[in-house]
């Protein structure tokens, strides 16, 4: 799978607002136009085992 299939993040994990774009700064890094930052969004990976709740 290709990094132009992957899901964009719908809001800013700091303020909450929507209003994100794409940066330059690397791979998977999204600016905050509400808050002036910039983060980025990585996949980890699965756990080893479910997890009941």
Not at 24 to 52: D, I, P
């Amino acid at each position: 799978m290709s990094s132009e299939n992957r899901a964009a993040p719908l809001y800013c994990p700091y303020c909450g607002e929507e209003d994100l774009r794409p940066s330059e700064a690397g791979h998977g890094a999204w600016e905050c136009h509400a808050c002036a930052r910039v983060f980025t969004v990585k996949f980890t990976g699965l756990l080893s085992r479910a997890v009941n709740r």
